[in-house]
T-cell receptor, first 113, second 111 residues
Framework: EPEVTQTPSHQVTQMGQEVILRCVPI?????FYWYRQILGQKVEFLVS????????KSEIFDDQFSVERPDGSNFTLKIRSTKLEDSAMYFC???????????FGQGTRLTVV | SQELEQSPQSLIVQEGKNLTINCTSS?????LYWYKQKYGEGLIFLMM?????EEKSHEKITAKLDEKKQQSSLHITASQPSHAGIYLC???????????FGQGTRLTINP
């Protein structure tokens, strides 16, 4: 069964460092999303991406964040200068055109120390 | 107040018992999704409801959408240990791409 794949599963980084979280969406999907979940809190929307551009973003998604689809299969989330409060589980999701169901990856747990 | 309220926040039931989790939106729903999450893991899609009065089932899990109340309920019949986890509802609203999630219901099944 096709699935959304995220790497790494766990990343530890020092405050101020840049991190790139990687996602491989399901191959025929065209809508991509990043969400995050701070431990013990709700899953929060960060950004949606379609046709090589951001279609919607939340207040959380400030200038420190960026997304890219570098090669037609990967979808990345970059955090330029990580802060302690960026520690969270980050989920990638994808959806096909016309479908209502979004498939989520297993998540990347980011720990900023 | 929250856009999407889930209740209860946690639930402990004995194996074999039935249970219900509710999700209420403060705005008109375009669609309502139910996901299950094991602690620290990804979200597993259970089902999606879009039309008022719609009811869907997957194995022993049934979800309904009450359009009038903008509320969905998730019902598990004859609960099993495999049902344990965190159940999340996610709302889709007209004109928005994103899902807004409830705070989750942590379900524990006691043998």
């Amino acid at each position: 069964e096709p699935e959304v794949t995220q790497t790494p599963s766990h990343q530890v980084t020092q405050m101020g460092q840049e991190v790139i979280l990687r996602c491989v969406p399901i191959s025929n999907h065209l809508y991509f999303y990043w969400y995050r979940q701070i431990l013990g809190q709700k899953v929060e929307f960060l950004v949606s991406f379609y046709n090589n551009e951001i279609s919607e973003k939340s207040e959380i998604f400030d200038d420190q964040f960026s997304v890219e689809r570098p090669d037609g299969s990967n979808f990345t989330l970059k955090i330029r200068s990580t802060k302690l409060e960026d520690s969270a589980m980050y989920f990638c999701a994808s959806r096909s055109t016309g479908a209502t169901e979004a498939f989520f990856g297993q998540g990347t747990r980011l720990t900023v120390v | 107040s929250q856009e999407l309220e889930q209740s209860p926040q946690s639930l402990i039931v004995q194996e074999g018992k039935n249970l219900t989790i509710n999700c209420t939106s403060s705005k008109t729903l375009y669609g309502l999704y139910w996901y299950k999450q094991k602690y620290g893991e990804g979200l597993i899609f259970l089902m999606m409801l879009q039309k008022g009065g719609e009811e869907k089932s997957h194995e022993k899990i049934t979800a309904k959408l009450d359009e009038k109340k903008q509320q969905s309920s998730l019902h598990i019949t004859a609960s099993q240990p495999s049902h344990a986890g965190i159940y999340l509802c996610g709302a889709a609203y007209q004109g928005a791409q994103k899902l807004v999630f409830g705070q989750g219901t942590r379900l524990t099944i006691n043998p």
